[in-house]
């Protein structure tokens, strides 16, 4: 039982570039969702998913597109990296609505240049 | 704006001492308030929650005391002891799908 994976660990991007950070777990989790962290803000929600095929945007999801095909995965897409979105990206999942325990991945940094 | 407002940022307790950690709130409609351990290089665990409902939850050195009338809620760890240093997060949520978090606290436990 792996629970939540993320990979990249790490990634550096050009301003501009597109790229995906993907977001696994093997815990048959309906609820998964999207942080990003960063010095002094704490963590920030981006996009979450109640179940495959259901989206849905967060506080801050400007910039990021997200779609739920399987139960599984949860990928996260930066269409055009920007400085901005330096940041240390975490994935959560929970067994349904996030009133249960979430369980994060440990996390992709990335860094826009 | 921050939805959830917490302080200190950061806290430095010697071992066997008292750390205590606070949270602020605004929405009336929040009813999960949890708290997250954060060690570095790792992602945030779920340290202990309450509902508004009860005014105190312990569970081992780790309580949360909850003042609905004031809208706060705080952390407290008993015996604080170095492997208890890491970053805290408060949070809060009003629909299950959305959590608000504040902006963390580090704490270093000296021994």
């Known amino acids: 039982n792996a629970g939540v994976t993320q990979t990249p660990k790490f990634q550096v991007l050009k301003t501009g570039q597109s790229m995906t950070l993907q977001c696994a777990q093997d815990?048959?989790?309906?609820?998964m969702s999207w942080y990003r962290q960063d010095p002094g803000m704490g963590l920030r929600l981006i996009h979450y998913?109640?179940?495959?095929?259901?989206?849905d945007q967060g506080e801050v999801p400007n910039g990021y597109n997200v779609s739920r095909s399987t139960t599984e995965d949860f990928p996260l897409r930066l269409l055009s990296a920007a400085p901005s979105q330096t940041s240390v990206y975490f994935c959560?999942?929970?067994?349904?609505?996030?009133?249960?325990?979430?369980?994060f991945g440990p996390g992709t940094r990335l860094l826009v240049l | 704006q921050q939805q959830v407002k917490q302080s200190p940022q950061s806290l430095i307790v010697q071992k066997g001492g008292i750390s205590i950690i606070n949270c602020a709130y605004e929405?009336?409609?929040?009813?999960?308030f949890p708290w997250y351990q954060q060690f570095p290089g790792k992602g945030p665990a779920l340290l202990i929650a309450?509902?508004?409902?009860?005014s105190e939850k312990k569970e081992g050195r780790f309580t949360i005391s909850f003042n609905k009338s004031a809208k706060q809620f705080s952390l407290h760890i008993m015996d604080s002891q170095p492997g208890d240093s890491a970053t805290y997060f408060c949070?809060?949520?009003?629909?299950?799908?959305?959590?608000?978090f504040g902006t963390g606290t580090s704490l270093t436990v000296i021994p």
């Open positions: 959560a999942s929970s067994q349904n609505r996030g009133q249960e325990t979430q369980y």
């Open positions: 815990m048959n989790h309906e609820y």
């Open positions: 998913s109640v179940g495959a095929g259901i989206t």
């Open positions: 929405n009336t409609a929040f009813d999960y």
């Open positions: 309450i509902r508004p409902d009860v």
């Open positions: 949070a809060a949520t009003y629909t299950g799908n959305q959590f608000y």
